[in-house]
């Protein structure tokens, strides 16, 4: 067994990318090179295990495979950062990209790496750093390159120098997002490549190529990812950290200032580099042609090559993994050597609208959807209609027919139920916006009315009262959010008089995300200690005079805050301040339990909508294991049936 | 041959944690091994999968319906849900735990009360576990999960020393005695 390069003990040690060696090493107390001596145990153990498996009679896969490890494509994408020698990261936490500033700044010591307060910001910072000779990532969700997409557009004019990509992962299926908007639109649109890795493999393999790519031909590069990449673990290997580039920023005005005279020159420049990129992409060994049966060849990029070959094993196909610009001559190659061509990629019909284009025949989304992710069970029903074959329609399991929802849900002692409890008792219109505080939405709280996207809950707040809207409106943003796009807009409000009441849902963290530190934590990603900037001020400084800050698990006073804002025409801010008890993973206080003896079964506590407190209609019950001690269903109780747990003392 | 096994529960749960110990026995009994799990807003008191597919070469993280050989629920009616992915004659296990959802104690739906009658009839072969309760007894409830792992990597061919490796990497050295007692119970639950 080779001795593993060093840098694979000191990989990140999240739980669930235990690799092969560590499982074997950990009572070897393998926490530095692995030497011989422990190599050799190691190979004992090895041996061991496929002794055991031989004995079974069941076949031993190679041996080679131990030198792999499991880890999610987001740590992959990070390990491709790494290894392609990035010095300079930036990234705003988005499901599902997050993981991967998670995972790059495991190598703080090589890689600077940042929570920007939003996209756009972390993308100028990525071309700062480029600019100046550095290697450069940004990270993003797909909504997020919206915000950052007016600095992309013209960084493709304007080029690189160091090598530039930006992560950008998709939401096919919305498990976590506002909306499904397929990334591979922008690189179009900014007329820059496009990569689509199919596994954690290619999200480090392709991460590189990425890098050599931007630099060689001076363009930003977006790396495609979608939650079954980011969030699917496969086998990989590691390799080494390439050589970095030295930094040092080369005045060139004709290059860098695209005002018009130099502007109009760039733009000339874009469309021959996009004609060297066509041809690149077409020898690149990111695309290929797997030919097998030639009756049927399909077209398929990213996961959804994992759910074709699954679904279509005797099938020919053109796998890209560069998806712009097109490889044109690699695609008549292949329609050329099959009798048939279908376009299997998930949401838009990119690739589809451009074969046929080019005049070749093909299907696409007559028969899969544009809708939704793609599975193998989709698939199936695809091939199924190109068959001509019945879709089998799977008969509804009585069983299961009535089974309660589980709609993800404000956690128990999460200090923003406080506030929708207080909004729970004015009629008012509230503009909500993108955290947990989305959660609101749900009954019995039900106070979200409205959410657009980040920073939206402020500014819709102020159209829709100046729109005249006959309620009082308020809008609503988490601390995180505020720093992201909540400030222009609270500026705006005070700017142009609105009578919005805006509450900022502080709980200290960007929580929805998995708590990612911000500008107000007083933290950095690489675990410095910084400046906390103040909601408060930040508001009064933008001219707001009625400022209040309220502690959310007082109910009473909470109340009484929102109603004196909600009354007030002038514009006004309302901090609701307290840590996410998940974060802090401590209890808010003792925990509670119900008196049955004292219980009427009123339902004012279940109005809270917390899921530790459990009804089956006759009798409530606060589920310990759940109970955060929060004590609000203390506060709301009229009969004082809820008390403190004996020997539940926080 | 690919061989799928999906672990099911609540946010919360630790259906996490008992993917990665059975990815891990994969890995160390020699195989290719993909998972896909489940993050974001999903994982708010919401209900929580994670796939686990190994073999010789593996393609998709997601399991096609009717291929997982074991469903393991960490929560009684959660096993009800993803009926679809189990392969005929496929193992489930189901932890008896109840976590009633917030849309039946609001009353906008109603929590079964004869969810074991239920997965009887659904699931010929059922292993219905006081997962929580063994675990208590062992001194965390928390190491439920593992328990159900126990149970689930019954119908696995994979070397128990693989599993035992498999737990020892995932669980704190502080807890492996536990758990390890917590696999075995359910290795050896009836």
Request: with cysteine; hydrophobic share 40%.
């Amino acid at each position: 067994m080779d001795c593993l390069p060093v840098d694979t003990v000191r990989q990140p040690t999240r739980n669930h990318i235990e690799t092969i060696e560590k499982i074997l090493c950990k009572r070897l107390h393998a926490i530095g090179p692995i030497s011989g001596e422990r190599s050799a145990c190691i190979s004992a153990r090895m041996r061991r295990l496929k002794a055991n498996r031989l004995g079974a009679g069941i076949p031993v896969p190679k041996m080679e495979v131990h030198l792999k490890k499991l880890i999610s494509g987001n740590e992959a994408f990070a390990r491709g950062a790494y290894e392609a020698g990035v010095t300079v990261a930036s990234g705003y936490p988005g499901t599902p990209s997050t993981e991967i500033m998670e995972a790059l700044v495991h190598y703080k010591d090589e890689v600077y790496c940042e929570w920007s307060p939003n996209e756009k910001v972390a993308l100028e910072v990525g071309a700062g750093a480029s600019l100046a000779g550095a290697r450069a990532l940004v990270t993003m969700k797909h909504v997020g390159l919206n915000v950052a997409a007016d600095p992309l557009m013209t960084l493709s004019y304007i080029g690189v120098e160091g090598g530039f990509v930006v992560c950008v992962a998709d939401d096919p299926g919305q498990h976590s997002s506002q909306n499904e908007q397929d990334t591979r639109h922008y690189a179009r649109l900014a007329k820059i490549p496009i990569f689509e890795p199919a596994d954690s493999q290619e999200a480090i393999d392709f991460m590189k190529l990425a890098f050599d790519v931007s630099e060689k031909y001076r363009t930003p590069v977006i790396m495609r990812s979608t939650t079954r990449v980011s969030h699917s673990s496969s086998m990989v290997e590691f390799g080494k950290r390439a050589m970095l580039r030295n930094v040092a920023f080369v005045k060139n005005p004709p290059r860098y200032v695209p005002i018009p005279i130099w502007g109009r020159k760039m733009r000339v420049e874009v469309e021959q580099r996009l004609t060297d990129l066509a041809e690149a992409a077409c020898v690149s060994k990111a695309n290929r042609i797997e030919y097998r049966d030639r009756s049927l060849g399909i077209v398929t990029c990213g996961i959804a090559y994992q759910y074709t070959r699954e679904v279509f094993p005797e099938a020919s196909i053109l796998k890209i993994g560069w998806g712009y610009p097109f490889p044109d001559r690699l695609i008549r190659e292949f329609a050329a050597g099959v009798d048939k061509v279908l376009i299997v990629e998930e949401l838009d019909d990119i690739m589809e609208e451009h074969i046929r284009a080019m005049g070749i025949a093909c299907e696409g989304k007559s028969v899969v959807s544009p809708i939704g992710e793609l599975s193998p069970d989709r698939l199936r029903e695809t091939r199924a209609r190109m068959e001509g074959r019945e879709i089998p329609v799977a008969e509804p399991l009585a069983e299961a027919a009535d089974l309660p929802g589980r709609p993800p849900v404000l956690c128990p002692g999460c200090p923003h139920r406080g506030v929708f409890y207080g909004l729970t008792k004015h009629d008012v219109v509230v503009t909500g916006d993108i955290g947990c505080y989305s959660l609101g939405v749900f009954p019995p709280l039900s106070r979200q009315d409205v959410i657009l996207c980040m920073g939206g809950g402020v500014t819709l707040a102020h159209g829709m009262d100046k729109a005249g809207e006959g309620r009082k409106v308020v809008g609503m943003v988490g601390d995180s959010t505020f720093f992201h796009s909540g400030i222009t807009g609270l500026l705006n409000v005070a700017y142009n008089k609105s009578a919005a009441t805006i509450i900022v849902v502080d709980n200290r963290t960007t929580a929805m995300t998995g708590h990612q530190d911000h500008p107000g934590t007083g933290r950095t990603l690489m675990g410095e200690a910084t400046i906390e900037a103040s909601i408060e001020e930040i508001g009064r400084a933008c001219g707001i005079k009625r400022v209040v800050t309220v502690d959310p698990y007082d109910l009473g006073a909470t109340e009484k805050a929102l109603a004196a804002e909600i009354e007030s025409d002038e514009p006004s801010l309302v901090v609701s301040r307290a840590p996410c008890p998940l974060q802090t993973r401590t209890m808010v206080g003792p925990l509670h339990e119900i008196d049955q003896e004292a219980c009427v079964n009123c339902g004012r506590c279940l109005k809270l909508g917390c899921p530790a407190i459990e009804s089956d209609g006759d009798t409530v019950k606060i589920n310990s294991l759940l109970c955060a001690g929060c004590g609000m269903c203390f506060e709301v109780c009229k009969v004082g049936a809820v008390e403190v747990k004996e020997g539940g003392a926080a | 041959m690919t061989t799928s096994v999906v672990i099911v529960g609540v946010g919360g749960q630790g259906v996490l944690l008992a993917s990665e110990i059975t990815a891990n026995a994969a890995i160390a009994a020699g195989h290719q091994v993909k998972t896909n799990e489940v993050h974001g807003m999903a994982q708010r008191g919401g209900s929580v999968i994670a796939q686990i597919r190994y073999g010789e070469e593996v393609l998709s993280p997601l399991v096609p319906e009717g291929e997982a050989v074991v469903l393991a629920s960490l929560e009684r009616i959660e096993a009800l849900r993803y009926s679809r992915l189990l392969a005929p004659g496929g193992l489930v296990v189901v932890s008896d735990q109840q976590i009633v959802p917030t849309t039946a104690s609001s009353g906008q739906a109603v929590y079964p009360t004869d969810a074991e009658e239920r997965l009887k009839r659904v699931y010929p072969k059922l292993l219905y576990l006081k997962a929580e309760e063994i675990a208590t007894r062992l001194g965390n409830p928390r190491a439920a999960n593992v328990v159900v792992v126990g149970a689930m990597s019954r119908a696995l061919e994979l070397p128990l020393e693989a599993w035992r490796e498999a737990v020892a990497s995932a669980v704190k050295k502080e807890h492996l005695d536990l758990n390890l007692k917590a696999f075995d119970e359910g290795r050896g639950a009836k």
